[in-house]
């Protein structure tokens, strides 16, 4: 069966120094908070360490919108549709990642063949 992992890239050399890509299982989140406008935070399972999986403040450098409210109920609802195809015979994981499209914030999703990997 394959995993649903939610993916943030932090491209803001400026502000963290290098380039950054986290991965969390979506199957490891036991806690997930939303401040409206700016972030989405999540903590794991095990460890509960809280991880920043979406923050406005990445993207407000190239003139990005700030998060609509509920933006963590659209990742839960996006990960149970998610769910239904992992279940499947298709053992691909599947990678939610927030990303601008048309002036709105989403919750796209990829499989790993279509993410870059060099």
Partial sequence: MANIWIMRNCDDVAKYGEKRSTLVRADALSYVRASVGSKVVAADVASQEVVTLVDEQDGAHQGRPS????????LLARINELRKWVQGEDDEDRFVVAEVRDGKWVWGTYKLSELPQD
């Fill in 67 to 74: 998060l609509p409210p509920n933006f963590h109920i659209a």
